[in-house]
């Protein structure tokens, strides 16, 4: 993504924003604590009213866990895209969050309260997709290639560890498929719904 034009504005010292989404699917009955984890960290999102430390602190914990539950990893996709204008940044943003809102079965309902099984409840589904898109301020190699490897995926997900603590994130959207206890994600609405995906 570094061309003539990024060249210019680091001369000019502007900001460069660097928007991207990944796209992991795991696939496995055990894949369903993941599942606890990410619910979790949505609800503490939500409650946090999007502070971006508080989704920081869930991105890490997100990230970790992905990190160890590689051996389920089945396919990846990545996009994104370089800005030298908030604005413009934001609005992609806004594109990204939208799609992956309305992907299929990836928006939980986090009005109703958890009962005292769902903890305990492990959903039917053996696959899980989870959408992480970012916005943030410089150059992220890790982020700003093709992660549909293994290797490059892992780096992926480290780099936006690191985002975090160096506190270079503008935004965090994460979303999952299925979202809730118990709903399922069959093959072919895995094919149907995320064609981007492509086998590690």
Same mark, same amino acid.
Not at 12 to 41: K, Q, W
Not at 62 to 79: G, H, K, M, R, V
Not at 139 to 168: C, D, F, W
């Given at each position: ?31 369903? !604590? ?15 009213? *999007? ?9 890490? /914990? ?17 996009? *994104?895209?370089?800005?030298?204008? /908030? ?20 928006? @939980? ?5 958890? *009962? ?6 492990? @959903? ?13 301020? *410089?150059?992220? @190699? ?27 994130? /503008? ?6 498929? !299925? ?15 995320? !064609?981007?995906?492509? !086998?590690?």
């Amino acid at each position: 993504m570094n061309s003539w034009r990024d060249r210019l504005n680091k001369l000019g010292g502007r900001t460069r924003y660097m928007v991207c989404r990944l796209f992991i699917h795991l696939a496995g009955d055990e894949v369903a !604590p993941l599942l606890g984890v990410l619910n979790r960290s949505a609800r503490e999102a939500v409650d946090a009213d *999007g502070d971006l430390d508080v989704l920081g602190q869930g991105l890490v /914990e997100i990230c970790q866990s992905l990190l160890q539950y590689d051996i389920y990893w089945q396919s990846a996709a990545n996009e *994104g895209d370089v800005f030298w204008n /908030e604005g413009e940044a934001g609005d992609y943003v806004n594109e990204l969050f939208t799609d992956s809102a309305e992907r299929y079965l990836s928006e @939980p309902d986090y009005n109703q309260p958890l *009962g005292p099984n769902d903890q305990l409840s492990l @959903p039917a589904t053996r696959n899980l997709v989870v959408m992480i898109a970012v916005a943030c301020t *410089g150059e992220v @190699p890790e982020l700003e290639t093709n992660l549909a490897s293994m290797e490059a995926l892992k780096a992926g997900l480290k780099a936006l560890i690191n985002l975090h603590y160096q506190e270079r994130l /503008e935004a965090i959207q994460v979303h999952f498929s !299925p979202a809730q206890f118990g709903d399922e994600l069959t093959n072919d609405q895995l094919i149907v719904n995320f !064609p981007e995906l492509i !086998p590690l």
